[in-house]
């Protein structure tokens, strides 16, 4: 069965520091993967997918992920991190089929 | 904008009462997932409708129901409202290259 596992519950980074958020999946075929961010109160955005191709993906925002099939992670990064970036972080993996799982989130803070 | 869109943004009830949530999927999206999100459970898939049947049911309980239109719009129906019903839910239609989810901006529901 597909699972994620997001080890971090809550990330406290400052203004201006490079930012990793983990996940971790158990997928039996080729994930699709995907990182998600949600604001207080909004809905969920896509910030970028993994599906084929290129192993460093980009996303909005500045983001970036990379898809690790040997240790079955899928990192999101940012060199540089912005106030405007507090909000909490899904990580989530998918396929051809119907089922989408999420992880359970890292919230993010960010110090002035 | 993600082109999900879901109503009423907030509902304020109380306990016992019946409520129906509404979901519009993004253009040429067939199928419809509902999530229910609160502080202690963190984001639960709940039911997925794909081209007007059921495909796939996760956390959702025997109160709760949903339906899908002829015209591809949904209703996640909550009845028996207790205050632990009390979240944000969530409506996604799937697609793109990666099947990936396109998330509505949530109702939030308040039982009282």
């Known amino acids: 069965a597909q699972s994620v596992t997001q080890p971090d519950i809550h990330i406290t980074v400052s203004e201006g520091a490079s930012l990793e958020l983990r996940c971790n999946y158990s997928?039996?075929?080729?994930?699709?993967l995907f990182w998600y961010v949600q604001s207080p109160g909004q809905g969920l955005q896509l910030l970028l997918k993994y599906f084929s191709g290129d192993t460093l993906v980009q996303g909005i925002k500045g983001f970036e992920a990379e898809f690790k099939r040997s240790q079955s992670s899928f990192n999101l990064r940012k060199p540089s991190v912005h106030w405007s970036d507090a909000a909490e972080y899904f990580c989530?993996?998918?396929?051809?089929?119907?089922?989408?799982?999420f992880g359970a989130g890292t919230r993010l803070t960010v110090k002035p | 904008d993600s082109g999900v869109t879901q109503t009423p943004k907030h509902l304020i009830t109380a306990t016992g009462q019946r409520v129906t949530l509404r979901c519009s999927p993004r253009s040429g999206d067939l199928s419809v997932y509902w999530y229910q999100q609160s502080l202690d459970q963190g984001l639960q898939f709940l039911i997925q409708?794909?081209?007007?049947?059921?495909?796939a049911k996760g956390n959702i309980l025997e109160r709760f129901s949903a339906q899908q239109f002829p015209d591809l719009h949904s209703e996640l129906n909550l009845s028996s409202l207790e205050l632990g019903d009390s979240a944000l839910y969530f409506c996604a239609s799937r697609g793109g290259r990666a099947n990936e989810q396109f998330f509505g901006p949530g109702t939030r529901l308040t039982v009282l």
């Open positions: 989530a993996v998918g396929g051809d089929n119907n089922d989408m799982r």
């Open positions: 409708y794909y081209n007007g049947e059921e495909r």
């Open positions: 997928y039996g075929a080729t994930p699709y």
